[in-house]
DNA sequence: TAGATTGTTAATCGATTAACAATC
DNA sequence: TAGATTGTTAATCGATTAACAATC
């Protein structure tokens, strides 16, 4: 497997959604020229993004499989072996990612949740306190820490998610934080996306 | 004012907000290479970035004033005039946006939201039944609709927000949209995040 | 066959990095 | 002065786009 940029893999789970529906209604093949046009993408790199995590060829005249390139990208994802991750901090945005409806269709499997003063909550999924984190975590089997704490905890948050035994961070906080060698981060910044929101519409 | 690419705008919010630290902290200047080791990024991306958005010039082993950085990137981000935005979709996702502290420090005011059915809000922001968008979005001036409904609603939340005069919208659900031409659109996307974070776990 | 689409190879474009003289 | 940091200019790198022969 080549390696991928990061936008091509942030451009994958997108193919895979659009192939999804493509499949429903009963498609069986998607050629480059009619993914480019849906997606706003250009030909050649749909052809590259595909070629890069399907070694199957395409067919002239027709294009592509659309059974094979489903395999192929949710392959690629991971979405065969589910993770699983929990999340730190149930407020609002904790909650409303604990009981997320989208994750289990992105491999992902949210199984519990740690506050530092559970209340009595209305999902189904269990919310340990934090201060047994260490305990609770290992049994859990959960790489993946969603950290939903505000920006002042975020970092004693995050170090005791790893002391606990996480192994990847998913930061929803706005706080530049600091992981230790080995511990992979992906931060989900709020402010920079609307940045680029606002910057287009003074563009205009 | 040159123009900047989309990661150096996503940068811009990461600079102001360490900047607002160090200034809390009592320093009056900051160098490129402070900066650098700090949020790990190389010197003169840096200094290309600052350079993009301040017309002022750093002093030579000094650094660059912190006070007229701030002034540039907040005006950059248009920090100064606060935009005003509309949820739409309050469940959970919904109600936390609508409810997000951090917003105003990014000069985004949410002032209401809406919904098919308006619960009993137990926030102080009002929450409009979604029949009446066409009516009440147009008192409140807000540009920027954010779109936290399901996927399978969210192309029509998105055309009846427009019809109701959004020229923005930030999209949380994981749907591909189209949007008329002159509204611009963001789409956050969480299957992105997450395809980017277990790839890097992947690679270990 | 003609035409659409493919995969490959080359060109372009843009962002990041490197080099270095200027300056406090 | 020496040394750190600056801004500018050039080089590198990587991603996207273009060109085109191959093929069904």
């Not at 080549?2 to 942030?10: E, G, R, T, V």
């Not at 505000?150 to 906080?173: T, V």
Request: overall charge neutral; glycine content about 6%.
């Amino acid at each position: 497997m080549k390696n991928l940029s990061k936008n091509q893999i942030q451009r994958m789970p997108i193919y895979l959604k659009y192939f999804k529906e493509l499949v429903d209604m009963g498609q069986t093949l998607v050629s480059s020229p009619q993914i480019a046009v849906r997606l706003g993408y250009s030909e050649e790199q749909v052809r590259k993004d595909l070629q890069a995590v399907s070694d199957e060829h395409g067919r002239p005249k027709k294009g592509r499989e659309l059974a094979s390139l489903l395999d192929a990208i949710e392959a690629f994802l991971g979405y065969h072996e589910s993770k699983k991750a929990v999340v730190i901090g149930c407020g609002h945005l904790g909650r409303a990612l604990l009981n997320y409806s989208g994750f289990p269709a992105m491999g992902l499997s949210v199984v519990a949740g740690f506050d530092v003063e559970p209340r009595q909550s209305s999902s189904a999924k269990p919310v340990y306190p934090m201060s047994q984190i260490k305990d609770v975590l290992p049994t859990l089997h959960a790489d993946i820490a969603i950290i939903t704490v505000p920006a002042s905890e975020a970092q004693s948050a995050l170090d005791l998610a790893i002391e606990a035994g996480a192994k990847a961070i998913w930061n929803f906080a706005p706080a530049l934080l600091d992981v230790p060698a080995g511990v992979v981060i992906e931060n989900e910044n709020l402010s920079s996306s609307l940045a680029v929101l606002s910057y287009r519409m003074n563009q205009r």
